[in-house]
């Protein structure tokens, strides 16, 4: 089959947007299909020193990537997703999948055959991209809308009725890179090591961390990701010799990092900001999750609805309320002390994982 499919996203970006997208790319590519992905050719805002896009992502050069021209003036997004769909007309495939809603707008206008994916209510993205998902969702060209949670599957059932026999849920996924998983708990004559890699927004429990690493002396607390300004912020405000924040790591290094760890740490909070600052909570499907799940590592979450409906407490992950810092420490010391536990949860979140999370399985699923 031949997928054409329309992002918006900037490649190469630190941005989990971009990371959703070239790796879906890649996994429709490996179960066979002939892929093409078309992305703005934002010049001004890419990654710098980014020699090999496929190399930076950790994908294989299994797909192409054309570019169309973007201009910078109002309404870029919506120009963008006109250019995009009459370049996937050209192409002529069999199938047009998109994160961009004026992407698949314009593309079943033009009728070709759609799949859309909607990580968020489309009001996030102004009104006159509502007024295209409205238009799109009661399209003949629309073959189905793929969204990331059940919580967002209700909003979209509740909200645009007529959209609810083509609605499906497919969660977000990872790679599986661990050939031979056999957890090691921590020793116990050394430091216990406890990673979180993600952005340093608001909401993403970056404080929760900080306290832990208070209250825990007996474990080293490192954060993998964020940008200049937000680091710099947190490095400000702390000074705990047991608390390493690393910067960026380009994804592709990122697993290397979470298999050292003893711990993974996802502390969402109450209300969780995008880049563009949305709050997602509600809808909120994170790589980071699966990619956690997929290393063998026992998770520590918070408990919130959305990711419940991945991880179950005591089975998968250890769950706590987001703010209850008692909660997060004695979870932290159950692993430390029983690593007969944090062996079971990461064993189960392994097997869950690859039975329903890689990407490969993900883009089968969306394509029944």
Known sequence: ???????????????????????MCQAFAKNGHEVALIVPNRKDEIEQGVDDVYEFYGVERCFRIERVRWYDVKGRDHLFGLLAALKAKGLKPDI??????????????????????????????????????????????????????????????????????????????????????????????????VGYVGHLYKGRG????????????????????????DLQFWKNNTTLVNLHFHGFVPHAQTIKLLTGFDALLAPYQYSVSTAAGNDTVKWMSPLKIFEYMSTGIPVIASDLPVLREVLHHERNALLCPPNDILA?????EMLKDNPELGSNIAKNALADFLRNYTWQA?????LE
Request: glycine fraction near 4%; proline fraction near 5%.
């Open 1 to 23: 089959m031949k997928i054409t499919y329309l992002a918006s996203s900037i490649i190469p970006s630190r941005s989990a947007n971009s990371i959703h997208v070239m790796k």
């Open 96 to 193: 047009v999948y998109s994160r961009a809603i004026a992407g698949a707008y314009f593309a079943a206008k033009l009728g070709l055959p759609s799949i859309f994916e909607s990580h968020a209510p489309a009001y996030y993205s102004g009104k006159v991209s509502e007024r295209f998902f409205m238009a799109l969702s009661k399209s003949a060209s629309l073959k189905k809308l793929v969204v990331i949670t059940h919580s967002l599957k209700e909003y979209h059932e509740q909200h645009y009725p007529h959209t609810k026999p083509k609605i499906q849920v497919a969660p977000d996924g990872a790679d599986f890179v661990i050939q031979d998983f056999q957890h090691k708990p921590s020793n116990t004559n050394r430091v216990f090591k």
């Open 206 to 229: 970056i404080d929760i961390i900080i306290r832990l690493a208070e209250d825990c002396p007996w474990a080293e607390f490192h954060l993998v990701g964020g940008n200049s300004e």
């Open 328 to 332: 997060w420490k004695s979870s932290l």
């Open 362 to 366: 993900r883009t089968s699923n969306v």
